[in-house]
Nanobody, 121 residues
Framework: QVQLVESGGGLVQPGGSLRLSCTASGTIFDINVMRWFRQAPGKQREMVAAITYGGNTIYTDSVKGRFTISRDNAKKMVNLQMSSLNPEDTAVYYC???????????????WGQGTQVTVSS
């Protein structure tokens, strides 16, 4: 059973920083794209950033220059370094990854349980 577990959320003041981490565990042959999504109250879930196995990255416009996504393939981990946080960044942040459990399997997208990030003074 593949699991994605996020950590690192919490309460931070405007202008502050937080680092989120997500680790995949279970029967895993390969991990392709890893992503961070977020969902604020009353809003649709949106993709924040994504990173390929080779390290290519994309970001939604609102976080460019403030957030950095990175990954450690050996540790099956993806991180999101967030800086210059503002109240509009308040949301539940979810980790997401395309994973093959066995070489003969197709790719399946897994989700973590989410971690709350609150930006408030």
């Amino acid at each position: 059973q593949v699991q994605l577990v996020e950590s690192g959320g919490g309460l931070v003041q405007p202008g502050g920083s937080l680092r989120l981490s997500c680790t995949a565990s279970g029967t895993i042959f390969d991990i392709n794209v890893m992503r961070w999504f977020r969902q604020a109250p009353g809003k649709q879930r949106e993709m924040v950033a994504a990173i390929t196995y080779g390290g290519n990255t994309i970001y939604t416009d609102s976080v460019k220059g403030r957030f950095t996504i990175s990954r450690d393939n050996a540790k099956k981990m993806v991180n999101l370094q967030m800086s210059s946080l503002n109240p509009e960044d308040t949301a539940v942040y979810y980790c997401n990854a395309d994973i093959r459990e066995l070489p003969s399997d197709g790719w399946f997208t897994y989700w973590g349980q989410g971690t709350q990030v609150t930006v408030s003074s």
